[in-house]
């Protein structure tokens, strides 16, 4: 049985700092794309960044770009999510994801339908 579990979430002051890390098992997990989304309520769920099973391949989306940076450790199955510059915008309910087909990349980012297993969730709110 696949677990994904996330940890890391919290609240923080607008500019400030987060590491959100997700261990994952039952898997091979170096032979997955894994993905960080988030989920503003009543907002449609969204990728944030996507990563390849190997590491060496990332995507993230244009609004947290040179401020969020996704790094996986296939040695320890964990996948993390270094957030930085934090922004109120940023505040919603972040999933660890694992791509349901391994060895896949897609250039643009992980569509929501290729989501094989997720996480149950973390929270972080950015205050002012």
């Known amino acids: 049985q696949v677990q994904v579990v996330e940890s890391g979430g919290g609240s923080v002051e607008v500019g400030g700092s987060l590491t959100l890390s997700c261990t994952v098992s039952?898997?091979?997990?170096?032979?997955?794309?894994m993905a960080w989304l988030r989920q503003i309520p009543e907002k449609k769920r969204e990728v944030v960044s996507h990563?390849?099973?190997?590491?060496?391949?990332?995507y993230e989306i244009d609004s947290v770009k040179g401020r969020f940076t996704i790094t996986r450790e296939n040695a320890k199955n964990t996948l993390y999510l270094r957030m930085t510059r934090l922004e109120t915008e940023d505040t919603a309910v972040y999933y660890c994801?694992?791509?349901?087909?391994?060895?896949?990349?897609?250039?643009?980012?992980?569509?929501?339908?290729?989501?094989?297993?997720w996480g149950q969730g973390t929270q972080v709110t950015v205050g002012s």
């Open positions: 994801a694992v791509d349901g087909a391994p060895r896949r990349w897609r250039t643009g980012g992980l569509w929501l339908s290729d989501i094989g297993h």
């Open positions: 990563i390849s099973h190997s590491g060496m391949t990332t």
């Open positions: 039952g898997l091979s997990f170096d032979e997955y794309g």
